[in-house]
């Protein structure tokens, strides 16, 4: 089983990209992130054709996630337990099932994690208190012993590894203590970041901005993760991140990340 979590920062300026990477990779299922629609304008029917099952989570102008899936999804949810007032689009979640022998679901978590800035402020205070609130949802997907995993823009650098140039990083949201702190809590409860398990070295990113040619500079951070249930870890079979997608014609800012598991 081939998962995948793609930030295709707009679905409408990644109309063509998103599809030809589809039908390059053949992914079984894909969280997007920044679809930048609601649901009703979403463009299913290009999915549909590829044989994707499609669930989404818009918001007009902004934010909005989605699930691609070849697999059949059941227990659809949409938005984040914890805060009945959010309105931001930023979690679906469903059940996978892998349609084998063996009968193992997979619950996937698909998110796009707030950025933060400017900090210190209401926008930070936001992502802090919505990151509480994902750590109990994790606490509660382990409780119960699922085989889940959480994949997506989690919008936070880790380590000092994960930034090509990390001192440009410490005041901003994404590598502010608090911010790797919290993330780190939810890691620490059991789960796995794949891409580290493979990849533990230097050079490993996932965004490199528009601006200041940091693409052709290598200029990146790694912000896009994929996170594993114990259950999920033991199943590991490869990671990978296709960073040529970047280079690409209209490419995002984010490239695909992607795990692949044992049935």
């Given amino acids: 089983m081939k998962l995948a979590t793609f930030n295709i920062n707009g679905i409408k300026a990644r109309i063509e990209a998103l599809p030809a990477w589809l039908a390059e990779t053949a992914p079984d299922l894909v969280c997007l992130q920044e679809i930048k629609s609601v649901d009703e304008a979403f463009p299913r029917e290009v999915f549909e054709a590829l044989g994707y099952q499609v669930e989404t989570h818009g918001q007009k102008g902004f934010n909005g996630v989605a699930i691609l899936s070849k697999l059949p999804l059941r227990d659809v949810r949409r938005g984040l ?3 009945d007032t959010d309105q931001q689009a930023r979690w679906i979640e469903a059940v996978a099932d892998a349609g ?3 009968g193992r679901p997979v619950r996937v978590c698909g998110l796009y994690l707030p950025n933060g800035n400017p900090a210190p402020g209401p926008k ?3 992502k802090l208190a919505w990151m509480a609130r994902m750590e109990v949802r994790v606490r509660d997907l382990l409780a119960a012993e699922d085989s889940f995993v959480c ?3 989690f919008n936070v650098i880790p380590q000092a590894a994960d930034a090509a140039k990390p001192e440009a990083w410490r ?3 994404l590598f502010l203590p608090e911010s790797r702190a919290a993330l780190r809590r939810m890691v620490n409860l059991g789960l796995t970041d794949a891409v580290r398990v493979r990849q533990p070295g230097p ?3 996932t965004f490199w901005d528009y601006q200041a040619g940091a693409w052709e500079r290598n200029n990146g951070i790694r912000i896009d993760h994929v996170m594993l249930s114990p259950q999920i870890a033991d199943r590991l079979e490869a990671v990978g991140i296709d960073k040529a997608v970047r280079g690409g ?3 995002s800012d ?3 990340v992607w795990v692949r598991i044992a049935a």
Avoid: M, N, S
């Fill in 124 to 126: 930070y205070d936001y």
């Fill in 151 to 153: 994949l997506g823009d």
């Fill in 171 to 173: 005041t901003d949201a």
């Fill in 81 to 83: 337990p914890g805060d």
């Fill in 249 to 251: 014609e209209k490419p």
């Fill in 100 to 102: 084998d022998k063996t």
């Fill in 203 to 205: 050079g490993v990113y």
């Fill in 254 to 256: 984010h490239v695909p």
